[in-house]
């Protein structure tokens, strides 16, 4: 077995002395920093968010040719939007679909024969006055105009309620409401919940289904309100949901995509390998060692597979470097992945000792280390 593993070491010597294989391993350093660059740059938000854009003026043709009951809102709600060219992330979106919601009750006011002239001037001058603050100022402005017009407005109480509760939360925790802002999103969401436990409260016929229901609000809303007080935002992909930083499961999924070039760069390796001991004449020398043929080509393929092992290791180290985040996974089933997990603790040991922050993730709430 010593022999066999000097054959091991002498295949190393051999292949490091090459400059081809320190080019390789080089393309392989190259790419995988270009592919963790480009994905921290793009996202799939970006593109939905451009073709979100793009619909705003085939929205208001679509309304002006259908003539959908008021219409008009929603004509003048997207004209704005494609002329003004606002892009889908952005707070100006979320406040026109809130003034999306005054411009139908308008367009029904003015239907209404007994609608009263003052609460069709009221949201008029509300939505002047919003559009302006949109025009020149910034969320909070419109935010805390939109708060100080609840009571104006006239609104129904659920509704009353529900705003006022939603828009004290949005200035509270400084919430800025664009789309892809996770925390923004669920403060829209416990605001519902809240106006949901609010009528089965004033509901006399309780059962079973809806005590369970009441319950399952009480503590989705608590859970809502610590993820709100700590910051906590989750990553929504298909049907799972990581809790942490959206950028390391983004790296991963392009470097992981990648391993087919280190099975490219391990053929050309394993090519290498045998092709320089027949040109270089060296195969003579070691047909005539006391070692079987078999020990040599094995010691040659078990090389290669531990370089291509080495290899895709160095892959998750550098997604780990570029993020930030080494992520916390369940006890491998198998005693090459415990050995693996052992290993990866070693190094994140290393890496929050010479780090400025550390921090533990569990269950999604972070806990700093130092």
Not at 57 to 71: F, G, I, L, P, S
Not at 122 to 141: F, K
């Amino acid at each position: 077995m010593t022999r066999f593993f000097r054959l091991i070491k002498n295949e190393y010597i051999k292949l490091f002395s090459k400059v081809g294989t320190y080019v390789l391993l080089g393309v392989l350093v190259l790419s995988v920093v270009a592919a963790a660059a480009i994905s921290l740059t793009r996202s799939n938000e970006d593109s939905y968010a451009s073709s979100r854009e793009q619909s705003y003026q085939h929205e208001a043709d679509y309304y002006k040719e259908t003539r959908q009951e008021n219409y008009e809102a929603y004509v003048e709600h997207y004209s704005y939007l494609a002329e003004k060219q606002i892009p889908y992330y952005d707070w100006r979106t979320a406040a026109m679909d809130h003034l999306l919601k005054v411009r139908i009750e308008l367009c029904e006011f003015k239907k209404d024969p007994e609608a009263s002239k003052e609460r069709i001037e009221s949201r008029e001058q509300y939505l002047d006055e919003a559009m302006a603050v949109i025009e020149t100022g910034t969320w909070r402005e419109f935010f805390e105009q939109a708060l100080e017009w609840t009571e104006s407005l006239e609104l129904p109480a659920e509704e009353a309620e529900r705003q006022t509760s939603l828009f004290n939360t949005i200035l509270q925790y400084d919430l800025e409401p664009v789309e892809n802002n996770e925390l923004y999103t669920l403060a829209r969401t416990m605001a519902d919940q809240r106006q949901e436990m609010k009528a089965l409260e004033a509901d006399g016929n309780q059962n079973s289904e809806k005590e369970k229901r009441y319950q399952t609000l009480q503590e989705e809303i608590a859970l809502a309100q610590y993820r709100l007080d700590h910051g906590l935002e989750t990553i929504v992909q298909g049907s799972n949901t990581y809790w942490g930083s959206p950028d390391f499961w983004f790296v991963m999924d392009t470097v992981l995509s990648m391993v087919v070039l280190i099975s490219v760069v391990m053929i050309i390796i394993g090519g290498s390998i045998l092709s320089s001991e027949f040109s270089g004449g060296t195969i003579k020398f070691l047909l005539i060692n006391p070692v079987k043929r078999s020990k040599i080509f094995l010691s040659k393929y078990v090389t290669v597979l531990s370089m291509g092992l080495g290899c895709v290791m160095l892959y998750y180290l550098l997604a780990v470097l570029v993020t930030g985040e080494v992520g916390l996974g369940l006890v491998a089933p198998y005693r090459m992945g415990r050995i693996f997990a052992d290993i990866l603790g070693k190094v994140n040991q290393q890496l929050a000792a010479q780090a400025d922050e550390a921090y533990f993730m569990a269950c999604g709430f972070p806990i700093r280390l130092k």
